[in-house]
């Protein structure tokens, strides 16, 4: 049994032994004090890292600031 995540037009999808079990997740966020929305975006393609279980394809994921009042994050 295992795990697989998967990449989809931006959103993630989520398999459990092969099985679709989650669908389209965005990771999204919201600080209060700052009142800045953001969400964790794909950056650039997937690269491979070698694992205990096998090759793992790995994903770099980036705070992308929603409003435009700042970028800072």
Known sequence: MSWKIKLNNGRIDAFYDDQL??????????????????????????????????????????HRAQNTRTTAL
């Open 21 to 62: 079990v989650l669908e389209g997740i965005e990771l999204r966020g919201y600080d209060q004090e700052d009142e800045i929305k953001f969400l964790l975006a794909p950056s650039g393609k997937p690269y491979p890292v070698a694992a205990h279980a096998g090759e793992q394809l790995v994903y770099i994921l980036k």
